[in-house]
T-cell receptor, first 114, second 110 residues
Framework: EPEVTQTPSHQVTQMGQEVILRCVPI?????FYWYRQILGQKVEFLVS????????KSEIFDDQFSVERPDGSNFTLKIRSTKLEDSAMYFCASSEGRGQETQYFGPGTRLLVL | GQNIDQPTEMTATEGAIVQINCTYQTSGFNGLFWYQQHAGEAPTFLSY??LDGLEEKGRFSSFLSRSKGYSYLLLKELQMKDSASYLCAVREQSNYQLIWGAGTKLIIKP
């Protein structure tokens, strides 16, 4: 069964450094998403991406964040100048369409900023 | 404002039935999802409701009442592996974002 994959599974970085989180969505899906979940807290929407551009973003997704689809398979989230409060689990998800389509989640990347 | 409420934690016995409730207040509505999340893992899709009524899928069923802003997830014949958090998420109509509840931690006892 096709699945969303994410790398790395864990990332430890120093405050102020840049990190790139990688995702490979399900191959026939057209919509891609990033979510984060701070330990013990709710899942929070960050951004959705379609047709090589951002379609929606939340208040969390400020200039510190960017997304890119550098090739036909990868979807990346870049976090510049990381802060302690960026420590969280970051989930990538994809869906076939936008309207009522189910989003399928990857296993997540646990980011720890020291 | 946007608000999704679920009980924080519930306990049930193996083999029994449990109902997890979710109430929501959102600026728009374009469907309600239930996801299961085991500790440290990704949410996995369980069910989707957009019209009022009951959707049944094996041991799991989900109900929606749009007029009441209310849904429940019903789990039957509980198994130990059902111990997990159950997340209620509402898709807003205006922007298709998923708004998530804090999740209900379900503990299954033998």
């Amino acid at each position: 069964e096709p699945e969303v994959t994410q790398t790395p599974s864990h990332q430890v970085t120093q405050m102020g450094q840049e990190v790139i989180l990688r995702c490979v969505p399900i191959s026939n899906h057209l919509y891609f998403y990033w979510y984060r979940q701070i330990l013990g807290q709710k899942v929070e929407f960050l951004v959705s991406f379609y047709n090589n551009e951002i379609s929606e973003k939340s208040e969390i997704f400020d200039d510190q964040f960017s997304v890119e689809r550098p090739d036909g398979s990868n979807f990346t989230l870049k976090i510049r100048s990381t802060k302690l409060e960026d420590s969280a689990m970051y989930f990538c998800a994809s869906s076939e369409g936008r309207g009522q389509e189910t989003q399928y989640f990857g296993p997540g990347t646990r980011l720890l900023v020291l | 404002g946007q608000n999704i409420d679920q009980p924080t934690e519930m306990t049930a016995t193996e083999g029994a039935i449990v109902q997890i409730n979710c109430t929501y207040q959102t600026s728009g509505f374009n469907g309600l999802f239930w996801y299961q999340q085991h500790a440290g893992e990704a949410p996995t899709f369980l069910s989707y409701n957009v019209l009022d009524g009951l959707e049944e899928k094996g041991r799991f069923s989900s109900f929606l009442s749009r007029s009441k802003g209310y849904s429940y997830l019903l789990l039957k014949e509980l198994q130990m592996k059902d111990s997990a958090s159950y997340l209620c998420a509402v898709r807003e109509q205006s922007n298709y974002q998923l708004i998530w509840g804090a999740g209900t931690k379900l503990i299954i006892k033998p």
